[in-house]
Every structure is written in C-alpha cells, then in structure tokens.
C-alpha cells in the first residue's frame, strides 16, 4: 500500500492510546430506519461531513450500512466519496452498550480554537471505539491506527469497504452504533505528514505531539445520532 509505511511509522504506537483516549466517552443515541427482518436487524445511515468548510479537503460525504446477522455476525458496508485520493482511511465502530444521552455526530460547532474538530473534540458525540473496521486482521480498538490494513481511496476519492465480522465484543446491536471516518490529506501532498508551511498540516493530532493531525482527524460521521 502506497505510503503506508511512512504513516504508520508515526502512528502505529499511538494506536493504543487513540483507543483509550476514546474509550471512556459517552455514546451518543437516537432513531434510525425501521429494521426490515426479525431475524436480520438492517440500519442504513448517511455519511456526514465533520468539518467547518473552512478546513481545506474535507468535503466529503458517503453511506452506511449495518447488518447484525444471525449467529453473532455483524457485516459493515462504507460507501465515501470526496476523501482524500490514494490513501487508506481509517474507519471504526463507536458506541457503547445501553441508553446514553443523544449528542448527534459532531458537526463544524464542535471545533475547538483551531477551528478543527479533533479526534477528542468528537469523542463526546459519538463516544469510544468499540471495533476497528479494519479489511484484515484484528478488529480490536487496538488497531485503531493500523493504517496499513484500512481500506483505502482510489484516485478520485472514492471508497468502498465491507467485512463481516463474527464475535467482536460491542456491537450485538446494529441499531446502537455510528461509524466514523478519519484522515484529511490537508495539503494534497498525498501523504499524512507534517508540512510546517502548511497552517493545516503543521499541526499535530490530539492524540499526540509525534502523530500528523492529517492521519487522525474525522472527516466523516453517521449512525443512530444523525
């Protein structure tokens, strides 16, 4: 995977701490559309972008669509379009069991003073890591920042991802999830690294003073909050 080693050689050891930053949030709750089968709950959500539209190459959109199958199953579709081209993006599962409070996805009014909503400035909105929607592998919050193993953009920006997964802790119901999408090329250099004359790429995610906020930051947001 093109670029892949060099975002994950300042990303990988953080993935940990991108999931406990995470995992302590409160969920966020609301309706969805109705569930067409007894035996198979379905959840089609919209893909909403994150950002204020003055944050540079961040106006994307997409769907989503959730399956709890039968036997312990859960198959997750992303369909994106308008991200950043040529570069994997990660993508999780956030949430938390039970009834929470519903803070909806986070939208342009939750940017903080640098005016870009962060990794920890949405977390309040659609709560922890709950799977890692990885295309191989672990699936654990542990492999959050596992970049080299996310779906990636082709050249025009597109995305499409599906797995099934069996027997991930999280998510026994599809109806109480939202899926996030990370990672905004904030310079088009096609890579997620610091640029220092770039006011975007300059910066650091929250996460961490060594990992480029380009890798981290939401682009995309959607589930039971929208």
């Not at 769907?63 to 997750?76: F, H, I, S």
């Not at 003073?113 to 962060?118: E, M």
């Amino acid at each position: 995977m093109r670029n892949a080693p060099r975002i994950i050689a300042a990303t990988a050891a953080t993935a940990a701490t991108f999931a406990l930053a995470l995992g302590g949030a409160t969920a966020a709750y609301a309706g969805h559309d109705s569930n067409p089968s007894d035996k198979v709950a379905s959840y089609s959500y919209s893909l909403d972008a994150v950002q204020p539209g003055t944050v540079p190459m961040s106006e994307a959109n997409g769907t989503t669509r959730v399956k709890a199958l039968p036997n312990g199953k859960l198959q997750v579709t992303v369909e994106a379009w308008g991200l950043s081209p040529n570069l994997p993006h990660a993508m999780h599962l956030h949430g938390v069991p039970g009834d929470a409070t519903d803070m909806a996805c986070p939208g342009p009014a939750a940017a903080g003073g640098d005016g870009v909503v962060t990794v920890l400035d949405g977390a309040p909105f659609y709560g922890g890591i709950l799977t890692s929607l990885t295309s191989t592998g672990d699936v654990s919050p542990a492999s959050a920042l596992a970049l080299d193993r996310f779906a990636m953009a082709d050249a025009s920006g597109y995305l499409y991802y599906q797995r099934t997964f069996t027997d991930a802790a999280g998510y026994a119901d599809a109806g109480t999830v939202q899926v996030v999408v990370h990672g905004i090329d904030f310079d088009g250099n096609g890579m997620y690294t610091f640029n220092e004359a770039d006011p975007f790429s300059s910066r650091s995610s929250s996460l961490g003073a060594g990992i480029p906020l380009e890798a981290t930051v939401p682009v995309l947001c959607g589930g039971v909050a929208n």
